[in-house]
């Protein structure tokens, strides 16, 4: 059996640096279709993103569990759970979106690839 042995204390220390999360949540962001996302989606784990909201800020207020800025989000309507009618639409039309994991939510983005994800 292999020992875990427990990271260095300045790795811990850069993973909690904002400016290190938000760059992690940047390169873990991509364009994946729809069609893959199915079995997260019958889970209840996707959140749906409006266009003009910025996927990576909301990312990393769920990565910083930001209760008040992700209800606030709820609330003006720029974030909300994937509904069955989109999900269909993204289904019939083999949709990609844009797509970060922030466990167990996966924040999905309906933006098309000629404009700049932020």
Known sequence: MTAITPPDAHL???????TLIRAK???ETARISWLELQ????????ISVEP???LIE?????S???????????SQGSIRRTTEQQAQQWYQ?????WA????PWILVQDKPLTEQLN
């Not at 970060?100 to 466990?103: E, M, T």
């Open 64 to 74: 910083q569990d930001n209760k008040a800025q992700v209800a606030d989000w709820l």
């Open 52 to 54: 003009v909201a910025d």
């Open 93 to 97: 039309a083999k949709t990609e979106l």
């Open 39 to 46: 079995k997260f989606y019958a889970a209840g784990n996707v």
């Open 25 to 27: 949540i940047i390169a």
């Open 12 to 18: 811990v220390e850069e993973a909690e640096d904002p």
């Open 58 to 62: 909301v990312a990393f207020a769920f």
């Open 100 to 103: 970060v994991v922030i466990s």
